[in-house]
């Protein structure tokens, strides 16, 4: 059962120290039980009260982890409902699936492009979760052996125990798969095979009672890591699903549903239906994500929402405050400014750079910052460009001092050239992509 905060807190110190971060330890209590604080920022707890608090601070949705050669896919360990509340924090893996009545030559042409695909967005290394086999009366064996001849990504395995446990055998010894799934027809024989192999289970069921009722039969098997898999694959059906699932686990704290969620969007046979389904997995709760077709054109819209729904929305993502050389500049090529907002720098960088056109970049220090909302927060100003020009040696660079401002702040070009006096203040345009027939023309 989990504690209240009254409970939790007569287990504290009571001294309110406040080196958690709050006022009192009642309110750290309060937290504690809402599960959005941990347990490890209070440096006072005795051992005794931390064992009883365990429970306290679990996530409210299990983390499970399936691994293999150095990846991962972690799933679960959320503590919200919604992104804005605090943050999500373990991104959904996406799986490419391969059926074991394919041939060898087959399943390794469409597993080698997903093992091989690694795409960069805004300085993060975008990649898919892994691979899912599923049989289908063919050589399970002989399927699990083919795509481990191609990638070493984790694996989701798709069968009856039997058929599993063949492909089971034929995995290294420290790798752990997914098992799909254990139903009410065959959680005993499932159960029997996750304990042997120490697998998470995923555990399928058509309704919530059902659902809840049948992990509680596992539990009782000494089985604690669990993924659940809705049977429902409508949207209306599956978005139903998961937000019930994660509702009773987040805002209940109803442990037989907390748990990661595995979705199967593949399963609707249509590409276009499939990546639809596939978006709202990743709004809605979804951990393990089955797809059946690998394009890298949807892969990277989908990994690009997961990258935008899991980052820290109170941390922008940024690239480190410096000088950036785009295309091998030189002492005659001009200075461009931005901040350091990654999404900022990249545009700008990837606009000059696609062209083959040489430059230097200042990225000015603006906590994160896109232009106008760090020059609207004082954030970047003609003082503080000026600043990082001279802490960067910006002037030690080129022998033509050249500085472009970004259109929209061309308000700041006067006070820039009394900051600068030595430098050419230029404005450029108010858009990355208007910027290299800027340079064409006008530098
Ligand atoms: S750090 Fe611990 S003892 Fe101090 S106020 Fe927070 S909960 Fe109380």
């Not at 287990?11 to 309110?16: A, E, F, G, K």
């Not at 009260?49 to 150095?70: K, M, T």
């Not at 979760?129 to 050589?139: H, L, S």
Request: charged residues 25%; contains cysteine.
């Amino acid at each position: 059962m989990a504690l209240t905060g009254i409970q939790i807190y007569k287990l504290l110190p009571q001294t309110n120290c406040k080196e958690c971060d709050f006022p009192t330890c009642l309110a750290f209590a309060m937290k504690l039980a809402a599960k959005q604080v941990e347990l490890a920022k209070c440096p006072y707890v005795s051992e005794e009260s931390a064992a009883q608090l365990a429970e306290a601070a679990a996530p409210p949705v299990r983390p499970v982890v399936i691994n293999s050669n150095g990846n991962e896919v972690k799933g679960g360990n959320e503590i919200v409902l919604f992104r804005h509340n605090k943050r999500f924090f373990s991104p959904p893996g996406l799986f490419i699936r391969v059926y074991d009545d394919q041939s060898g030559e087959e399943i390794k042409a469409k597993v080698k492009p997903v093992g091989d695909y690694v795409v960069d967005y805004v300085g993060m290394d975008l990649s898919m979760g892994g691979i899912a086999v599923q049989a289908r009366g063919g050589d399970f064996c002989a399927a699990v052996e083919a795509v481990r001849d191609v990638t070493k990504l984790p694996l989701i395995l798709i069968g009856s125990a039997e058929e599993l446990k063949q492909g089971l055998e034929k995995l290294a010894k420290d790798e752990t798969p997914l098992l799909c799934s254990a139903t009410t027809q065959n959680w005993e024989a499932m159960a029997a095979l996750a304990k042997e192999y120490n697998a998470p289970l995923a555990v399928e069921a058509g309704n919530i009672d059902e659902m809840a009722g049948l992990v509680k039969k596992l539990e009782g098997q000494d089985l604690k890591d669990f993924v659940l898999a809705p049977k429902q694959r409508s949207l209306i059906g599956s978005l139903t699903a998961n937000t019930t699932i994660r509702r009773m686990a987040i805002k209940e704290n109803y442990s037989l549903l907390g748990f990661p969620i595995i979705n199967f969007p593949g399963d609707v046979g249509d590409p276009i239906r499939e990546v639809t389904r596939a978006m709202q997995a990743i709004g809605k709760y979804s951990s393990f994500i089955v797809l059946d077709n690998f394009d890298p054109a949807t892969a990277y819209a989908l990994l690009v929402l997961r990258a935008n729904l899991y980052t820290d929305p109170q941390e922008p993502i940024q690239v480190t405050p410096g000088i950036y050389e785009l295309n091998n500049p030189g002492p005659e090529d001009p200075f461009l400014v931005t901040t350091n907002f990654s999404i900022t720098y990249f545009s700008v960088a990837n606009e000059v750079e696609s062209m083959g056109l040489p430059a230097w970049l200042l990225v000015t220090d603006s906590e994160g910052m896109s232009v106008l909302t760090a020059w609207a927060a004082g954030k970047f100003d003609a003082e503080i460009i000026a600043k990082d020009a001279k802490q960067f040696k910006a002037a030690d660079k080129v022998t033509k001092r050249r500085i472009v401002l970004p259109g929209h702040t061309a308000v700041l070009s006067g006070e820039l050239e009394e900051e600068l006096p030595d430098w050419e203040v230029k404005v450029g345009p108010k858009e990355a992509v208007d910027l290299p027939a800027y340079m064409k023309e006008v530098l």
